[in-house]
């Protein structure tokens, strides 16, 4: 992942293509990661969380299966619904497709 930079809008344009990626959002640099999220225009959804967080670190992806396992795993590893502001699972990019960490269907 690269960053953590400053969660503006210029940093974004300046850092971040529209291409598929994986994020991680935070209150402060030092502070733990507050949400975690995927996207398959990543400077677009990142600017989207400008008002609401103050740093991120991203990572582009080749493929919508890359997306979706680092996504879910990073969702994870940073403690999913309990630790995270993330209100549901990570999705997955069809319905018949299993979580690869815990094995759920549907997000939710």
């Known amino acids: ?9 210029t940093n974004v344009d300046k850092r971040v293509d529209d291409r598929i990626g994986v994020y991680r959002l935070y209150n402060s640099r030092r502070g733990p990661v507050r949400y975690v999220g995927m996207s398959t225009d990543l400077a ?4 989207q969380w400008t008002s609401k967080y103050r740093d ?3 990572g582009h992806q080749s493929s919508n299966a890359d997306v979706c396992w680092n996504g879910t795993t ?3 590893q940073h403690g999913g619904k309990k ?3 993330n209100d549901k699972h990570s999705p ?3 319905r018949h ?3 690869p960490v815990c ?3 549907s997000a939710g």
């Open 92 to 94: 997955r990019p069809h």
């Open 103 to 105: 094995g759920i269907h």
């Open 74 to 76: 990073l969702y994870h």
């Open 1 to 9: 992942m690269q960053g953590p930079h400053s969660l503006t809008n």
């Open 97 to 99: 497709v299993k979580c």
């Open 44 to 47: 677009s959804r990142l600017k």
């Open 56 to 58: 991120f670190k991203y």
């Open 83 to 85: 630790e995270l502001d």
